[in-house]
């Protein structure tokens, strides 16, 4: 008899064991009555924005949550509607939402996601589903909460965080005014020149058309004619400028055209993509729509006046400088004067001679 209550015993609480087993990893909600006393949880959730390439205004800076509980009768924080807890972050943000308060022993679940309700351009948002289960247990000094907060995956995490990214769209460089460069020669040489024109970055990060180097690019144009550098894209908004000039090469007989264009690119983001204008002007700030460039040509030696960026490179110039006249008039008279002077010499010799053999 002993024996068999006992047994009945450990029947019951081995039933009971496996019933609150079953209250602990069930999915839905169980309630066990504690009348007369209450618990109530937080959650922290995080936001970071990063930004790369532009600013935001404070409200392009504001992401909106969801917490939506189980059912309707999942508790939920003040304010909620119909089961679902809308907030917002701003920026760099920490806050905690709740108190959520609990009365009842049980399994209550929640899952927390980011409210996506229009995708702006230039934006990458956090996607992230976490699934928040509170167990509330009796204990002796009353309801006792514990939260585990899991990822899509189904793993265990340790924080609601949420990281949003926004970078916009680059410039289109179709869309990207591309001048051309215009040479043009006075004067008839024999052979069409080789002429260079340097494009030049202020600073020599700033982007670059295909085909430069170190901030640089120059391109050739053989006699008259045109041809234009290409275009490039932008990543980030501010203020970009380069200059365009030709090279002085120092061919023989032409004069080089100095002109110095200052090329200004203003970028802003305009909802999430980023627009270029660019304005072109010389050193007198006088606009222009093309880089002109005109060479003069003589057949007469060149003593300096190129035009041109290398400064002071020229070719065929005289090695008479200024004076040398003077200087070979006073060498020829000495040395007549010495030719003079032997030939007094040389008739002296002579006459002293011929007196000896008289005598």
Request: some cysteine; glycine content about 10%.
């Amino acid at each position: 008899m002993k024996r068999m209550q006992i047994a009945k015993k450990i029947k019951c609480r081995l039933a009971a064991f496996l019933l609150l087993a079953g209250a602990l990893f069930t999915t839905g909600t169980t309630f066990v009555h504690a009348e007369g006393t209450e618990t109530a949880i937080t959650l922290p959730v995080s936001q970071t924005v990063e930004i790369t390439g532009s600013t935001l205004t404070e409200e392009g800076k504001r992401f909106t949550y969801i917490l939506t509980g189980a059912d309707a009768s999942t508790p939920m924080p003040d304010g909620s509607v119909g089961g679902i807890y809308d907030f917002s972050l701003m920026g760099d943000e920490n806050k905690d939402i709740g108190p959520i308060t609990y009365n009842h022993a049980g399994i209550y679940t929640y899952q927390l996601q980011q409210k996506i309700d229009i995708e702006r351009t230039g934006y990458v948002y956090d996607r992230k589903i976490y699934s928040i289960i509170v167990h509330v247990k009796n204990t002796s000094n009353g309801l006792l909460s514990e939260v585990i907060v899991k990822n899509i995956e189904n793993s265990k995490v340790g924080q609601l965080e949420f990281d949003n990214k926004y970078k916009p769209d680059p410039s289109n460089k179709e869309f990207m005014m591309d001048p051309p460069v215009k040479k043009t020669v006075l004067g008839t040489p024999a052979a069409k020149g080789n002429f260079e024109f340097l494009l030049k970055a202020e600073n020599i990060n700033y982007p670059m058309p295909e085909g430069s180097s170190e901030g640089e690019k120059i391109i050739t144009i053989m006699g008259e004619g045109e041809e234009e550098f290409g275009t490039w894209s932008y990543t980030s908004v501010g203020t970009y400028q380069y200059s365009v000039s030709e090279i002085n090469k120092g061919e023989q007989g032409y004069t080089y055209d100095k002109t110095v264009y200052i090329i200004t690119d203003i970028v802003t983001d305009e909802n999430g993509t980023l627009v270029t204008r660019r304005t072109i002007a010389d050193a007198e700030e006088n606009e222009a729509d093309a880089y002109s460039f005109q060479n003069k040509y003589s057949s007469a030696p060149s003593y300096g006046g190129g035009k041109g960026t290398a400064g002071g490179v020229h070719k065929g110039t005289s090695s008479v400088k200024t004076g040398d006249s003077t200087n070979v008039i006073l060498w020829l008279a000495l040395i007549a004067v010495a030719a003079v002077s032997i030939v007094i010499l040389v008739i002296r010799r002579n006459k002293k001679r011929k007196t000896h053999c008289n005598e």
